[in-house]
């Protein structure tokens, strides 16, 4: 009786982020589970394979004694080039992806929105949604698509968009929620701005849930990780990776992890036991209240734990993590939510060691310096799953439909008018779209901009405590 | 000699009661509820569990275990087998993986109609299995999609096949702030439900916490603490006590099916005035007795004391006590509400709740004394007059049982059908309200099909039986 989950991942970001995350849910599960049985809660991400057939049969979740045969993971990797896919397939990862879930060109999309989905879109979507099918017919209850992609280049931000398209059409009933990773400000794609406004376009009219994130924020919260390491040596830093490098320096490895641990969180309570369950679509539920503003907030305390060393003292406390959550520092998209408008929000706790009335008690204390919009003064969501993170006796997950989501759509649209003005790059475009959609898209974030505007509230203090 | 084996036969025959789980909150009460129940209870078969087929088995808890996601059923079903003493049967439970997204309509409109028959011929299976079936209780929270939606359809279709039967609904009130849409699922619930059942407990998480906190000296409680508390206060009224015989009451037992014979009798003669008296029959009674109009269906309950407390000799009215702190839970004034210890179920009022009355006027009262002297203890400070509407006769019902509740040397609880649900299903409203005038969620309930009339008439139903208690 699973309820699963399929990941799409696209493009070259999507995939590095995935691959961290299916290295990370493995470790997860195995450290829960001993004893190798495939069990309940695996199945949600994972698929069990007897491979002494041919085809392969899948096997039902174990009567708890027959071991696991051959994991292999509920994902379509799609890439238009083939580097990254092909590492992904001969690292350690390889088992958990057969040749039969990937999808990969040569050319690449050469980091054009228009290419990837007006190009590349028609041409291979018949074949994605084929492999979407058949990893979709092996599903009991399907709960969610999550894609996993990034919006500054060519394949993920517009093979993205088609198919998060394509999924709409043909799956509309299952739940898309996408996790973009959001161009920075000195990104090394010069076509960036266009790219990522025609995605959010898309994400705008085809998704249910957005969950933005920023390589800006990462970055910075790693940075601050790193000046606390400085003070205590023995905190748990991940090493950047050895190949490739981020502009500021720091390894895309731990950014990945940042993200992964991120859905791990968000999928722990599908997974797993607790006394508040939240599935995905109470997510959608509780903090979309209005059909197109589906971008949320999400921060997490601690964002990244380790096999650290620190000792019981330094752990931070419910409270602690509570407090920190709502700080702007820790938000995986810039900006300070205290600042803005809570139109609804989310605390996913794990761990087994506080109870509802810790996260009562909590939320009662954060209402006093949220602003919490007019007409819904208690617009909370919890949620409790016992099992804990890999290394951290608890951690807490906070999604936020904040109104402070407009200023990165704001500073996207400033980059995008500062191009547009001049009319770079824009004949890349027209070979493959017609130029009447970037005015298009001009409108939808602008609307959204407004739209999130509109809810931006008076200040609502202690009127209800 | 045909009566005397007629005789013995209906002797074994049992009431049954089938309690309906449904949703998260519903299930983990139903397994503290049931549990109460079995530690509470001598027998191994009675109206809440009935005999094993093979001797050898566990007592199979009548109950129904409704969820539409896996794990909480198999959650509470693993927890059952592990305490060892009873069990769920085994093909009592209906579970599905979709989940009802915390969303009212979806439960109601969507997954209600289409479970509809597997959910009827589980219930149906259950009820064939009593041999006088007595009515449902249903164990729901009124805050998600599963128990709100579904449970508030399940019930009307139930009122339908079963149109005689008594049911109880006894819902979680949620915490402030355990999911953003709960006044909208709250609302939605209590207008649809006060029109298929007969009463309707009320029963709010914040409540239990503070009595957790502030009686019971636990910190941090969690749910199942909560639960425990909860559900013993149920358990005390469900299980057996007999009618205190007064013969003010005569009338009422003469109604109630056999008439009475004794009237005072002695301390000493309790045992036997005891065999001789009517005992509760838990659902038909308590809903004909404090459920009698149709328009009033909201109930709550309050019990006194919260710790089991060592036995007292020295004090020679023991229930003196306690009568007069159910009495001033009753009497609660805002603010001295706000400290109180010993408080249940009585509502708890916070500023925004607006000044309503001070005192919770009821329509009728049940008032279950358990412990030594209990058959003859005074209850005349509850028949106080300014309790109670001028239209109510005998509003006042006294069932004892002299045997100790548990390690409760002691215990007194008071289900009464009274106005105390005012305030905070008003507070709900006005969010409800407040929510619905923005628009705000409405699409995603829509989507299943309930439209914005649908809401209107709902807090256009509420209002109404709101202003029914204001006039009290």
Redesign the interface.
């Known amino acids: 009786?699973?309820?699963e989950i399929i990941t799409i991942q696209c493009g070259q970001c999507g995939n590095q982020v995935g691959c961290r995350f299916w290295e990370l849910a493995l470790q997860e599960h195995a450290a829960f589970n001993p004893s190798g049985v495939f069990y309940?809660s695996m199945s949600s991400l994972f698929r069990n394979m007897d491979t002494r057939f041919k085809p392969p049969r899948e096997l039902p979740v174990s009567d708890g004694i027959s071991k696991i045969k051959d994991l292999e993971a509920r994902a379509v990797l799609v890439d238009m080039e083939e580097g990254v896919v092909n590492q992904l397939l001969k690292g350690p990862l390889s088992n958990l992806f057969k040749s039969r879930q990937c999808i990969t060109g040569i050319s690449g999309s050469g980091n054009n929105w228009a290419h990837g989905h007006d190009v590349y879109g028609p041409q291979y979507g018949e074949a994605i949604l084929e492999k979407i099918q058949s990893e979709a017919e092996k599903c009991?209850?399907l709960?969610s698509f999550n894609i996993l992609h990034s919006l500054g280049g060519g394949t993920g931000s517009g093979l993205g968009s088609y198919i998060m398209e394509a999924l709409h059409d043909n799956y509309s009933g299952v739940l898309r929620i996408s996790v973009p990773v959001f161009p920075s400000k000195d990104d090394d794609v010069v076509t960036s701005p266009y790219n990522s406004m025609l995605a959010v376009k898309s994400l705008v009219d085809h998704a249910d849930c957005v969950l933005p994130i920023e390589n800006e924020a990462l970055c910075e919260i790693l940075d601050k990780m790193e000046v606390r390491k400085l003070r205590s040596p023995t905190l748990y830093v991940p090493k950047p990776s050895k190949g490739k490098k981020h502009p500021s320096g720091k390894g895309f490895d731990a950014m990945n992890e940042i993200v992964a641990n991120l859905l791990l969180h968000l999928t722990s309570s599908v997974r797993f036991?607790g006394?508040?369950?939240v599935?995905l679509?109470?997510l959608?539920?509780?903090?979309?209240?209005?059909?197109k503003l589906h971008f949320l907030m999400s921060s997490m305390s601690p964002a990244l734990h380790g096999p650290s060393h620190e000792n019981a003292a330094q752990l931070p406390t419910v409270n602690q993590l509570f407090t920190d959550v709502i700080l702007h520092k820790n938000q995986l998209v810039k900006g300070n939510p205290l600042a803005c408008t809570y139109?609804?929000s989310?605390f996913l706790f794990r761990g087994s060691q506080?109870?509802?009335?810790?996260l009562?008690a909590n939320?009662?204390h954060l209402?006093q310096r949220m602003k919490m919009v007019?007409?819904?003064?208690?617009?909370?969501?919890?949620g409790h799953c016992f099992r804990p993170p890999l290394h951290a006796p608890q951690a807490l997950l906070c999604l936020a439909n904040n109104t402070c989501i407009r200023n990165p759509f704001k500073r996207m649209k400033k980059r995008f008018e500062k191009l547009f003005k001049k009319r770079v790059y824009v004949h890349h475009y027209a070979e493959y779209m017609d130029l009447g959609t970037f005015a298009l898209a001009l409108d939808s974030l602008e609307d959204l901009i407004e739209h999130y505007g509109e809810h931006e509230g008076p200040l609502m203090l202690r009127q209800?405590a | 000699m045909r009566d005397c084996v007629r005789a013995r036969v209906r002797e074994r025959e049992r009431m049954g009661v089938v309690v309906l789980q449904v949703g998260?909150g519903g299930n983990?009460f139903g397994l503290s509820l049931f549990d109460a129940l079995f530690s509470l209870t001598s027998s191994l078969a009675n109206e809440f569990f009935r005999e094993p087929r093979r001797s050898a088995d566990l007592p199979r808890a009548r109950a129904v275990l409704i969820d539409s996601?896996?794990?909480?059923v198999?959650?509470v079903k693993r927890r059952s087998r592990a305490m060892g003493y009873w069990r769920y049967g085994p093909y009592s439970s209906y579970?599905?993986?979709?989940?009802s997204?915390?969303?009212w309509a979806k439960g109601f409109c969507r997954l209600g109609p289409s479970w509809q028959d597997a959910l009827s011929d589980l219930v149906r299976r259950e009820v064939e299995m009593c041999d006088i079936f007595d009515g449902f209780i249903t164990s729901q929270s009124l805050a998600g999609?599963t128990g709100a939606g579904i449970g508030s359809y399940l019930l009307e279709v139930l009122k339908d096949e079963y149109p005689s039967c008594n049911t109880l609904s006894h819902c979680i009130w949620p915490?402030?702030?355990?999911?953003?849409?709960?006044?909208y699922n709250v609302v939605l619930s209590i207008a649809h439900l006060c029109d298929v059942v007969d009463g309707l407990l009320l029963v709010k998480n914040e409540t239990l916490?503070s009595t957790?906190?502030k009686a019971l000296g636990i910190q941090?409680?969690?749910?199942?603490d909560?639960n425990t508390v909860g559900a013993r206060a149920l358990a005390s009224v469900l299980v057996p006590a007999y009618y205190q015989t007064k013969p003010k009451l005569t009338g009422l037992l003469k109604s109630s099916g056999k008439a009475a014979t004794t009237c005072k009798v002695k301390s000493s003669d309790c045992q036997s005035q005891m065999m001789s008296s009517t005992q509760v029959r838990i659902l038909s009674d308590l809903v004909t007795g404090l459920c009698s109009h149709p328009k009033y269906r909201m109930l709550a309950l309050r019990n006194t004391p919260q710790v089991p407390t060592g036995l007292d000799n020295s004090t020679t009215h023991p229930w003196k006590s306690h009568l007069k702190q159910l009495k001033q839970m009753l009497y609660m004034e805002p603010s001295w509400a706000m400290e109180s210890t010993s408080s249940v179920h009585g509502h708890k009022c916070t500023s925004?709740y607006s000044a309503f009355r001070k005192i919770d006027r009821c329509v009728a009262n049940l008032l279950v004394l358990r412990g030594k002297g209990s058959s003859d203890a005074d209850v005349s400070l509850l028949e106080d007059k300014a309790l109670y509407p001028v239209w109510s006769k005998d509003p006042l019902m006294v069932a004892t049982n002299t045997a100790p509740l548990g390690d409760f040397h002691i215990f007194a609880s008071l289900l009464s059908n009274c106005s105390s649900a005012i305030a905070p299903a008003a507070h709900a409203l006005s969010?409800a309200r407040?929510?619905h005038?923005?628009?705000?969620?409405l699409?995603?309930y829509a989507k299943h099909g309930l439209s914005m009339d649908d809401f209107d008439t709902s807090f256009e139903a509420i209002e109404a039986v709101l202003e029914q208690y204001r006039e009290l």
Not at chain 1, 284 to 291: E, I, K, R, S, W
Not at chain 1, 354 to 358: A, E, F, G, L, R
Not at chain 2, 69 to 72: A, G, I, L, S
Request: hydrophobic content about 30%; overall charge negative.
């Open positions: 009786m699973p309820r309940f009991e209850s709960q036991d006394s508040l369950n599935d679509n109470e959608t539920t509780n903090l979309v209240p209005f059909p139109l609804a989310a506080s109870n509802v009335s810790d009562s939320i009662c209402r007019h007409w819904n003064p208690e617009g909370f969501k919890i209800f | 998260q983990q996601e896996p794990k909480v198999a959650a579970t599905e993986d979709s989940g997204g915390n969303n999609g915490l402030e702030g355990e999911c953003t849409v709960q006044y916490m957790c906190k941090r409680p969690s749910f199942d909560m925004d969010r407040a929510m005038a923005s628009k705000a969620y699409y995603q």
